[in-house]
C-alpha cells in the first residue's frame, strides 16, 4: 500500500466518523457531500476512475437534491406540528 | 424495556458482530491480490473481441447487459414508486420563487451550459474513456438542477415538462430492452451484440454498446429530472394544504 493510499482510507474513515457524530441532518448532509468526495479521492488513488465518476455524480448530484429538498420541507413543517 | 436490558442486549449482538467482522477480515486475500479469473479474462479478452478500451463500460454494456438491465429496471420502478407516492401532494401551481443576484444567475446560467456538454461527453465516450450511460445522465440531470438554482422554478418546470420527461425515460428504457430482443433476432442471445465492433480506441467501436450506452442516458437522465419535479412540488407546496 503506496502511502497515498493510506492516507486517503484514514481521511474517509475520518469523515465517516464526522458524518455520523452531527447531530443537525443541514449540516450533516452538507459534511457527507465532502465524505462523498473523499471516497471519490480514494476510488481514484485506487485507480477505479469510473466508480469514482458513479460516486462523483451520485454524493454530488443526485443524493445532496434529494436530501436538502427533504430536510426544507421538514423544517417547514416541524412548527406546525407542534 | 430498561436501560441495562438493552445495553446487555446490544453489547452482546456488538460483540457477536466484532467477532463475524474480525473473522471475515482475517480470511480476506492479502491487499492488491485480485485472484479471481473473471475480471483477468475480460481485461485480457475485451479490448481484442470489442474493440472498446473503457472495460468497465464494455462489462456494464455487453459482457453483463443483463445486469445492467436489471438495474435499468430498478431506477425506473423507484421512480415510478416516489412519483406515486408524492401524487398525493401534487400540485400545478407555479411558484414565483427565483434567483435575482445577477452574478448568481450569468454563472449559473454558464454552468448550466458547461454541465450539460460535460454530461454528453461523459456518455459519448463512456467505452472508450471512464465514463458512460449512468454517469453522463445524472450529470445531465444535474444540468437540470442547476436551472432551478441559478433561475427559477417556473424555468426548470418549463425545461422538463413532466409528460416528456416521463416518456423520455420509458424509451429509455424500453429502447435497452428491445435493444436485448435485436441481439436475440440476430445473434441468438438476449443482449448479443449485434453491430460490427468498429476501430479500437474511436467513438465507432463495441458494436451495441453505444446504443446501449445512449439508451440507459437518455433513462437516467429523465429519470433524475422526474425524481427532482417531484421532490420540488412537495418542497414548494405550502404546509397546510400538503397535509389537508
Known amino acids: 500500500m503506496i502511502p497515498l493510499q493510506v492516507v486517503s482510507l484514514v481521511l474517509v474513515a475520518a469523515a465517516a466518523l464526522a458524518v455520523v457524530l452531527h447531530r443537525d441532518p443541514l449540516r450533516q448532509s452538507l459534511v457527507n457531500g465532502l465524505y462523498g468526495l ?41 412548527p406546525d406540528d407542534e | 424495556m430498561n436501560r441495562s436490558l438493552r445495553l446487555g442486549i446490544f453489547a452482546v449482538s456488538a460483540a ?31 479490448v481484442n473481441e470489442r474493440h472498446t478500451t473503457n472495460v468497465v463500460g464494455v462489462t456494464v454494456f455487453d459482457y453483463r447487459g443483463f445486469d445492467t438491465l436489471g438495474e435499468e429496471f430498478i431506477l425506473f420502478t423507484a421512480v415510478i414508486g416516489v412519483s406515486l407516492l408524492l401524487r398525493k401532494g401534487r400540485e400545478d401551481r407555479i411558484p414565483l420563487d427565483s434567483a435575482r443576484d445577477d452574478a448568481l444567475r450569468l454563472l449559473g446560467l454558464l454552468a448550466v451550459a458547461l454541465v450539460f456538454v460535460l454530461g454528453l461527453w461523459v ?14 445522465g445524472v450529470v445531465i440531470a444535474g ?22 420527461v416521463e416518456m ?26 449485434f453491430l460490427g465492433i468498429g ?20 433513462a437516467v437522465a429523465a429519470a433524475l429530472a422526474v425524481l427532482f419535479s417531484e421532490f420540488m412540488k412537495v418542497y414548494v407546496l405550502p404546509t397546510r394544504e400538503w397535509r389537508s
Do not use: C
Open chain 1, 38 to 78: 473523499l471516497l471519490v479521492v480514494l476510488f481514484m488513488v485506487f485507480q477505479a476512475p469510473d466508480v469514482a465518476l458513479s460516486m462523483l455524480v451520485v454524493g454530488s448530484i443526485a443524493y445532496p437534491l434529494v436530501l436538502m429538498l427533504a430536510i426544507s420541507r421538514v423544517r417547514d413543517r416541524t
Open chain 2, 16 to 46: 457477536g458482530l466484532a467477532a463475524l467482522l474480525f473473522w471475515s477480515l482475517v480470511g480476506l486475500p492479502d491487499f492488491g491480490h485480485y485472484h479471481w479469473p473473471y475480471g483477468k479474462l475480460l481485461n485480457a479478452v475485451a
Open chain 2, 123 to 136: 456518455v459519448a465516450f463512456g467505452y472508450v474513456t471512464p465514463g458512460g450511460g449512468f454517469q453522463g
Open chain 2, 143 to 164: 444540468a437540470f438542477a442547476l436551472v432551478y438554482l441559478a433561475a427559477s422554478y417556473r424555468d426548470f418546470h418549463e425545461l422538463t415538462p413532466h409528460s416528456a
Open chain 2, 168 to 193: 423520455a425515460e420509458a424509451f429509455g428504457v424500453g429502447a435497452f430492452t428491445i435493444l436485448g430482443f435485436v441481439g436475440l433476432a440476430y445473434e441468438g442471445a438476449y443482449l448479443q451484440n
Open chain 2, 199 to 218: 476501430d479500437t480506441g474511436t467513438l465507432y467501436a463495441g458494436g451495441s454498446v453505444p446504443l446501449l450506452n445512449w439508451a440507459t442516458a437518455i
